[in-house]
Structures are given as C-alpha cells and as structure tokens.
T-cell receptor
Framework: AQKITQTQPGMFVQEKEAVTLDCTYD???????LFWYKQPSSGEMIFLIY??????QNATEGRYSLNFQKARKSANLVISASQLGDSAMYFC???????????????FGSGTQLTVLP | DTGVSQDPRHKITKRGQNVTFRCDPI?????LYWYRQTLGQGPEFLTY????????KSRLLSDRFSAERPKGSFSTLEIQRTEQGDSAMYLC??????????????FGPGTRLTVL
C-alpha cells in the first residue's frame, strides 16, 4: 500500500491566489513527521515545512502552511499569494519512528506539478 | 555556499562502465542519505550513514552499488557495471542529530546519470 498519496499530478493557480496541494498518508505508527519539499526544474529538493504527529497546531512558514487533519491522515500544503517562482514540483514525505522498524529515511509521494499563471 | 554539494551534476556513461558520485554534506551534519529519483517519481531511499557507519541499506541497493563515508565527512556512491535502468537522478541529503521524527533532511542539487 502507498504510504504517501498525492492525487493531483498537476495543478494550475493564478498569480497572487492561494492553492492547496493534497497529501494523504498511511501509517500505524503514533509518532511520525510529515514534510513538504519543492523541486524546481533545476532538480534540488528544497525543504518547505514540517509537521509532527503530536503537534497541536498546524505548521506555518511564511506563505506556506500545513493543513494537518490527523484523523483523516491528511497533510495538505497551502501556499498563499502564489508567485511565478512557486512553479515547481511539490513532494509530500513522511518519516516514521524507529518503532515501525524503518530507518531514518523519508518516504515520498509521487508529487504535484504546480504551475503559477501570470 | 554552505549547503549540500554533489559532484558531478551530470554524468553520461556507456552501459557496463563504472561511475562514482561524491556528496559533501553540510559541515556539522553527521547524518547522510542517498536517494534515487526516476522521472516522474518521488525520491526513493538507498542508504543512510551516521558519521562513518552505514546503518541502513535499501533493497534497491543491489550488489553493484556501494557507498562509503570515510571519516564521516564526504560520501561516495559507486555503481559498477552500469545498466540502462540505473539512469536516474541521485540525490544526497544530510541532517543534524535530532529526535526520531523531526530530523529535517537538506538535499543537494543531485547528480543526473544517463546510461547509454
């Protein structure tokens, strides 16, 4: 079963508008972390935001916020006031604790290609 | 620039040749990871080092792949007898010691390998 599911292969948004990128995850581990990364066409993965499973509040970093709904196992990324430079591939990733038997690696979804229109 | 660096950025090789990639992590990071990313997919974990010790290897890491991190600083990933299926972006990431799940990994620009 997929641990991270991103159901939107591509998304378009008008410049200056907000956009939500979906991410659902699957784990039985009570302790886990959720991450979002941005990958421009240059290839580098850029860390955007982190949410821990025990965090009471949704994470925010500048124009990025994470809409964390634990019961629904979703961790959607919200980008406010989109800019042309936000056009990129966005990946949701999860890291489970050692109790799940996994190492420290991240498990990534298949990504969403966001295009910001002028 | 104090981020993760990788060399080379691009590598084209013929099937059957050996290739070696280098990763220099952020200087104070003791954890180092290698991932492989094929077109249209998210990165997949290959292997993980804590200091010089290789603590985890994925089943994706066949016996043609070997990784080292001598002295716990830079790391190398070698692929022997390359195959066309090895064509991918190879990403390196590093992180500071932290709790189990808050470990934030910072990635380098990747090495894009093309096997002809």
């Amino acid at each position: 079963a997929q641990k991270i599911t991103q159901t939107q292969p591509g998304m378009f948004v008008q410049e200056k508008e907000a956009v939500t990128l979906d991410c659902t995850y699957d784990t039985s581990d009570p302790s886990y972390g959720l991450f979002w990364y941005k990958q421009p066409s240059s290839g580098e993965m850029i860390f955007l935001i982190y949410q821990g499973s025990y965090d009471q509040q949704n994470a925010t970093e500048g124009r990025y916020s994470l809409n964390f709904q634990k019961a629904r196992k979703s961790a959607n990324l919200v980008i406010s006031a989109s800019q042309l430079g936000d056009s990129a591939m966005y990946f949701c990733a999860m890291r489970e604790s050692f109790s799940s038997g996994s190492a420290r690696q991240l498990t990534f979804g298949s990504g969403t290609q966001l295009t910001v229109l002028p | 620039d104090t981020g993760v660096s990788q060399d080379p950025r691009h590598k084209i090789t013929k099937r059957g040749q050996n290739v070696t990639f280098r990763c220099d992590p952020i200087s104070e990071h003791n954890r180092l990871y290698w991932y492989r990313q094929t077109l249209g997919q998210g990165p997949e974990f290959l292997t993980y080092f804590q200091n010089e010790a290789q603590l985890e290897k994925s089943r994706l890491l066949s016996d043609r792949f070997s990784a080292e991190r001598p002295k716990g600083s830079f790391s190398t990933l070698e692929i022997q007898r390359t195959e066309q299926g090895d064509s991918a972006m190879y990403l390196c990431a590093s992180s500071l010691p932290s709790t189990e799940v808050t470990d934030t990994q910072y990635f380098g620009p990747g090495t894009r390998l093309t096997v002809l």
